[in-house]
């Protein structure tokens, strides 16, 4: 039996020029339509690409291609039409279609062409969630078992991964859904139930080191369930090339990316909340304190993202107006903080620390070591503007490959960060607290802010009296 092709790690794909050189023309270039440079493959037609992902007897496509192209086609062709192809060529090489089969190409081609199954539902599960792509693969591992008895226990092995991971992705949806329904303005609750009031951030978790490592906790596991497809998919338009259709736009998927989204827009309004609520000023100075040393902690941990919803939720408006509050504030490490995360120069020094924590990941020897956790809103604004900024066909109607390259090492290396289990012991109470207890929204923000901290000038003034308005009806 032939050994399947052994294929590297997520972190070992792409080299710092871009990706690995020399490995694309790993076969002769002999469908034509693919065009290379110094032995990279820089664009090729849609045909040519398909069939140079299809395994044959003496051939196996790179990972670094096959993530590639899986990753970037969605832009030119629907998943389930790629699949219907790739099968159709796999039958094809195999030549299952035939009578008499020849044993020894089956036992050549076929343990190929299930690794090339294996690395698309490993990496791309969610692609599965449509029928059609689950009935072509159920197809094609049918031939593959009926073929040869000894690929049986593969084929079944490959389908029940795959079940599970769909299901566990199914739970978690539910479980996001449970947290949507239940989250409501604070202040409606406060109404209703001011004994609620009695519970802030510091009485359930006095410990920022612990608050911090919690944060994380959540940031990983949302983190783990984007695929990185929902990239592409978020900038999906239509090609080209197709005349009817947007080739994904009557369903992008794209809800664990939004998902994430959300999280981080969540805790910026829960840290203003926490603020903003305390009805004595040295109060409010000691829940800023604690967070300036919460967001320090998650920066340590290399948590970027909390780090600057933390930051985000400090700055907003409402609670950077509480100017005798922040008077009482030792803000000399708040200032350390906001330089790390400073915009300017397009987040130079951000992105000086992000590749700090990516360089400390790669020599790591604990999971403690690999967290990178990036600021996500600026990773899906780079993935964007690559995306806007270079054509994905080229005159001649070829595919950019170029681009996908680069677009592919900015999604690999997320995919190995995604990848890291979280070392810290999870807190259940903390966790709840952090993920479902109600937060403010601007409107409710503002009107505590300025019944702690009376208006400074006449819009603020008018923009009182119009929320206690409404806040009263």
Not at 243 to 255: A, E, L, W
Not at 388 to 417: D, I, Y
Request: charged share 25%; glycine share 2%.
């Amino acid at each position: 039996q032939e050994r399947m092709p052994q294929t590297p790690p997520f972190s070992a794909m792409f080299d710092s020029s871009g990706y690995n050189r020399n490995l694309y023309q790993s076969k002769e270039d002999n469908c034509g339509g693919l065009s290379y440079h110094d032995n990279n493959l820089l664009s090729g037609s849609l045909e040519a690409l398909i069939q140079h992902l299809v395994p044959s007897v003496d051939y196996y496509p790179d990972r670094t291609y096959i993530f590639t192209f899986l990753l970037s086609s969605r832009l030119f062709v629907h998943p389930y039409e790629l699949m219907a192809k790739v099968c159709h060529l796999c039958i094809e090489q195999q030549r299952l279609s035939e009578p008499g089969l020849d044993k020894n190409r089956i036992r050549k081609i076929t343990p190929k062409i299930l690794q090339l199954l294996t690395e698309w539902t490993g990496t791309f599960p969610y692609d599965f969630q449509d029928e059609r792509m689950m009935r072509n693969l159920k197809e094609l591992s049918q031939r593959i078992a009926s073929g040869d008895e000894m690929y049986r226990k593969n084929v079944q092995q490959l389908l029940q991964n795959l079940i599970r991971k769909l299901a566990t992705v199914s739970q978690y949806e539910e479980v996001l859904a449970k947290i949507n329904a239940t989250s409501t303005d604070r202040l409606t609750v406060l109404k209703t139930k001011p004994q609620s009031i009695q519970r802030d951030i510091i009485t359930v978790c006095n410990d920022p080191y612990m608050l911090a490592q919690q944060l994380t906790h959540i940031e990983l596991e949302r983190l783990s369930y984007i695929g990185p497809e929902e990239f592409v998919q978020a900038f999906v338009q239509k090609d080209p090339l197709d005349s009817d259709k947007s080739c994904y736009g009557d369903r992008k998927k794209t809800r664990h990316l939004e998902a994430y989204v959300e999280w981080f827009n969540r805790l910026s309004y829960l840290v203003a909340t926490e603020i903003c609520m305390p009805v004595k000023k040295k109060h409010r100075a000691r829940v800023i304190e604690y967070f300036i040393d919460v967001a320090r902690e998650c920066f340590n941990i290399g948590n970027f993202n909390s780090l600057m919803a933390i930051i985000s939720g400090m700055n907003m408006s409402s609670v950077s107006r509480l100017r005798k509050t922040w008077s009482k504030v030792k803000t000399a490490k708040f200032d350390i903080l906001e330089h790390q995360m400073d915009p300017s120069s397009n987040f130079y020094n951000y992105r000086t620390a992000l590749r700090g924590a990516a360089q400390r990941s790669l020599t790591a020897h604990s999971n403690r070591e690999k967290i990178v956790i990036p600021f996500f809103s600026l990773l899906i604004k780079d993935i964007y503007f690559l995306n806007e900024g270079c054509a994905s066909r080229l005159p001649n109607g070829h595919v950019n490959f170029e681009k996908f390259w680069e677009l592919a090492k900015q999604v690999s290396e997320f995919m190995t960060w995604k990848q890291v289990e979280c070392p810290f012991e999870r807190d259940r109470k903390i966790l709840q607290y952090l993920l479902t207890v109600p937060v403010f929204s601007d409107d409710a923000l503002y009107l505590t802010s300025y019944e702690s901290e009376s208006p400074e000038n006449h819009i603020e003034k008018d923009r009182w009296k119009m929320l206690r308005f409404v806040s009263e009806v």
